[in-house]
Nanobody, 127 residues
Framework: QVQLVESGGGSVQAGGSLRLSCAAS????????MGWFRQAPGKEREGVAT???????NYGDSVKGRFTISQDNAKNTLYLQMNSLKPEDTAIYYC?????????????????????WGQGTQVTVSS
């Protein structure tokens, strides 16, 4: 049974930083795509960043240069370092996992490509 557990959310002022973590278990595929999505109130869930088992990375345009996705395979943990946070980054952030071709397709930022999801962690950025 695949389990994804996010942590690290919280409240921060604009310009601040947070690091999200996603502890993964039960996902035994050697080739995979993992990523971060976010959903603000009244908005659709959007792709933030993905990384695959070969280390290939995608970023959404709104977070390029500010957010960094990384993984620690020894700890089965995915990270999202978020710097220069803005109020518009306020959302629930979700960890997701799927097949490797999801990361390498042109639709990596669509939630439908990911069958496994965490419960989400709230990030609130105040101005």
């Amino acid at each position: 049974q695949v389990q994804l557990v996010e942590s690290g959310g919280g409240s921060v002022q604009a310009g601040g930083s947070l690091r999200l973590s996603c502890a993964a278990s039960g996902y035994t595929y050697s080739h995979y795509c993992m990523g971060w999505f976010r959903q603000a109130p009244g908005k659709e869930r959007e792709g933030v960043a993905t990384i695959d088992s070969d280390g290939r990375i995608n970023y959404g345009d709104s977070v390029k240069g500010r957010f960094t996705i990384s993984q620690d395979n020894a700890k089965n943990t995915l990270y999202l370092q978020m710097n220069s946070l803005k109020p518009e980054d306020t959302a629930i952030y979700y960890c997701a996992a799927g097949g490797v071709w999801t990361c390498r397709s042109g639709v990596w930022n669509y939630p439908s490509g990911f069958p496994y999801w965490g419960q989400g962690t709230q990030v609130t950025v105040s101005s």
